[in-house]
């Protein structure tokens, strides 16, 4: 099966394009600020207690929440109790740990940021670093993540806006904006272009990386990349007692951070492994040491995964 014809199915499953790749007009760097601790009586005081009883509490026993500080500004896209209240049973169930978090965090935004601001732009960084996704229909927000589609859920509203709560800012949606609740791991195994990158990572040991804390940015060498290369280079790489060279190999495919196709910029960058990596601009294509970048910026929640052509190797 070939990559250019399957490849959009397997995004569309991923939900991994939601929206555009860049804002309408240059967008600030995010910066990592962090909401105020007393979240909870925030939205208390917002006049829509009654409605976001649940939203409150999700916050408060999130991963987040130790780590808040007093003063910083904060935006909090807050959901209603009935909107929490009607989401599918079976995807209900499935929001505990890692995946409330990763559905808390896609929720506060660094920085107080009106709802006219917001419609500035097409995408914003996140507290907890994915991107969401945002459409301003004549005044109507609506706001989405890059598994909206995927967990069947429609772009949520806001239905009250600018809110002020002490140094922040509360807008109300009727409905989540949803992230990928998979981690970068999780996420190559799901797809099928990158099964010889999975069983690299297995046998070099990478795959606890790939599923760790983060953030990074993986280059990900398709399987096609992989059959490009000589039969007995990919069999030598995949021998495990080549392990150390084969590791070597697959740093050279990591970054560390969340770098989006946006920020892409012709020159040099230094990768996991200490090493430089060099990226071109060429016939309207990014390339990475000679890779083409093939597509860009599948999401997950400890980085993000950009598909390349080739197998970075000397």
Same mark, same amino acid.
């Given at each position: 099966?070939?990559?250019?014809? #399957?490849? /959009? !199915?397997?995004?569309?499953?991923?939900? +991994?394009?939601?929206? #555009?790749?860049?804002?309408?007009?240059?967008?600030?760097?995010?910066? +990592? $600020?962090?909401?105020?601790?007393? $979240?909870?009586?925030?939205?208390?005081?917002?006049?829509?207690?009654?409605?976001?009883?649940?939203?409150?509490?999700? *916050? &408060?026993?999130?991963?987040? =929440?130790?780590? %808040?500080?007093? @003063?910083?500004?904060?935006?909090?896209?807050?959901?209603?109790?009935?909107?929490?209240? &009607?989401?599918?049973?079976?995807?209900?169930?499935? *929001?505990?740990?890692?995946?409330?978090?990763?559905? !808390? @965090?896609?929720?506060?935004?660094?920085?107080?940021?009106?709802?006219?601001?917001?419609?500035?732009?097409?995408? %914003?960084?996140?507290?907890?670093?994915?991107?969401?996704?945002?459409?301003?229909?004549?005044?109507?927000?609506?706001?989405?993540?890059?598994?909206?589609?995927?967990?069947?859920? /429609?772009?949520?509203? !806001?239905?009250?806006?600018? !809110?002020?709560?002490?140094?922040?800012?509360?807008?109300?949606?009727?409905?989540?904006?949803? /992230? &990928?609740?998979? #981690?970068?791991?999780?996420?190559?195994?799901? &797809?099928?272009?990158?099964?010889?990158?999975?069983? +690299?990572?297995?046998?070099?040991?990478?795959?606890?990386?790939?599923?760790?804390?983060?953030?990074?940015?993986?280059?990900?060498?398709?399987?096609?990349? =992989?059959?490009?290369?000589?039969?007995?280079?990919?069999?030598?790489?995949?021998?495990?007692?080549?392990?150390?060279?084969?590791?070597?190999?697959?740093?050279?495919?990591?970054? /560390?951070?969340?770098?989006?196709?946006?920020?892409?910029?012709?020159?040099?960058?230094?990768?996991?492994?200490? @090493?430089?990596?060099?990226?071109?601009?060429?016939? @309207?294509?990014?390339?990475?040491?000679?890779?083409?970048?093939?597509?860009?910026? $599948?999401?997950?929640?400890?980085?993000?995964?950009?598909?390349?052509?080739?197998?970075?190797?000397?």
């Amino acid at each position: 099966m070939k990559l250019s014809a #399957s490849l /959009p !199915i397997w995004i569309a499953a991923l939900a +991994a394009a939601a929206c #555009s790749s860049s804002p309408k007009k240059p967008a600030e760097q995010a910066v +990592a $600020v962090k909401a105020p601790e007393s $979240v909870t009586m925030t939205l208390a005081e917002s006049g829509s207690a009654g409605q976001l009883e649940i939203m409150g509490l999700a *916050l &408060s026993s999130s991963r987040y =929440f130790a780590g %808040l500080t007093d @003063g910083a500004p904060f935006t909090i896209l807050a959901v209603r109790d009935q909107s929490v209240a &009607s989401l599918p049973p079976a995807l209900a169930a499935n *929001l505990g740990g890692r995946e409330l978090d990763a559905l !808390i @965090g896609f929720h506060v935004l660094p920085g107080r940021l009106t709802a006219e601001q917001l419609a500035q732009f097409t995408r %914003l960084e996140t507290l907890g670093g994915q991107r969401l996704c945002i459409s301003d229909w004549n005044g109507e927000i609506e706001i989405s993540g890059p598994s909206n589609q995927a967990l069947g859920l /429609p772009p949520a509203r !806001i239905v009250a806006r600018n !809110i002020a709560v002490g140094n922040g800012l509360v807008h109300v949606l009727d409905g989540f904006a949803g /992230p &990928s609740v998979l #981690s970068l791991y999780e996420t190559a195994c799901g &797809s099928p272009f990158l099964s010889q990158l999975i069983a +690299a990572a297995e046998i070099a040991g990478v795959a606890d990386v790939l599923a760790g804390e983060g953030p990074l940015t993986v280059f990900a060498p398709t399987n096609e990349a =992989f059959e490009a290369l000589d039969e007995a280079q990919v069999a030598r790489l995949l021998d495990p007692s080549n392990r150390e060279q084969l590791l070597t190999v697959l740093r050279r495919h990591l970054v /560390p951070g969340r770098l989006y196709a946006d920020r892409f910029h012709v020159g040099t960058l230094v990768g996991f492994g200490g @090493g430089e990596l060099e990226f071109t601009w060429r016939g @309207g294509d990014f390339f990475v040491e000679g890779a083409r970048i093939v597509h860009t910026d $599948v999401e997950a929640t400890n980085g993000v995964i950009h598909l390349i052509d080739r197998v970075l190797v000397d």
